[in-house]
């Protein structure tokens, strides 16, 4: 069990409706690998209204991100608030998207306890959306977490209490005026939380790998964007890394 190595929630940041397939799809799998979670909604499109996009976002926000974009980052932030209310030790976050990389329990597992040994405050990409890797020659036997300066997206990451915590506390003075990956970076910069990427990853979006299509852009999958992944994957972490 997940819970034995501090992961006491797992989230999932979705839109109410038109993608229920996504829906259906992380059920089978996260159910199988008898993964608990929650489908978290309440920040959809639907719901929104001024007093609740003014409560997290700097105005006026609907004209520098698009709705899809304000839903999903609003769900990010709800994810933290029922982390929070549920005092969950460790979380995991995911968009709707994901596609395992190998055995997740086994590699989470070792990234958690890995993360028992961090200082609190703190959030664990997971995923290799930006094809952005730790350079080969800090790359050590039996070690996963290596700390960044930026995130890796937001479409798979742990994070712990307080780093969930801080996160809201900071949006109560400063406000979200960004999308939910560059905010991260923000907060970062702000030493408000700290980034540490996993190695290898153990997570990559559909919406990126061109396996499934996005909920916020109008990319759909295909077989060329699936190549060009795939290369542009290779390229990166097995010729860029040694020279950059």
């Not at 930026?150 to 809201?168: E, F, M, S």
């Amino acid at each position: 069990m997940l819970k034995d190595f501090g992961i006491d929630g797992i989230y999932i940041v979705h839109a109410k409706r038109g993608y229920e397939i996504h829906q259906k799809r992380i059920e089978k799998i996260f159910d199988a690998l008898n993964m608990p979670h929650e489908f978290v909604t309440d920040g959809d499109i639907s719901n929104f209204n001024p007093q609740l996009l003014n409560k997290y976002f700097c105005e006026p926000i609907e004209k520098k991100l698009s709705k899809g974009i304000l839903s999903c980052t609003l769900n990010h932030i709800f994810c933290y608030e029922k982390m929070v209310a549920n005092n969950d030790r460790y979380a995991l976050i995911f968009e709707n998207d994901p596609f395992f990389l190998g055995d997740f329990l086994k590699k989470i597992k070792r990234v958690a306890t890995e993360a028992n040994t961090l200082d609190p405050g703190f959030i664990i990409s997971l995923e290799n959306t930006t094809l952005k890797f730790p350079h080969f020659k800090k790359i050590k036997k039996g070690k996963y977490l290596y700390e960044a300066t930026a995130g890796r997206c937001a479409g798979a990451y742990l994070i712990d209490q307080k780093a969930a915590k801080d996160i809201l506390e900071d949006v109560k003075t400063d406000k979200c005026c960004q999308v939910i990956d560059w905010w991260h970076n923000t907060l970062i910069n702000k030493k408000v939380i700290k980034m540490y990427w996993a190695h290898p990853p153990l997570v990559e979006q559909g919406s990126h790998n061109g396996l499934l299509s996005s909920t916020i852009s109008s990319k759909n999958k295909s077989f060329g964007r699936r190549f060009r992944w795939r290369a542009q994957k290779f390229y990166k972490m097995y010729v860029y890394r040694w020279f950059k």
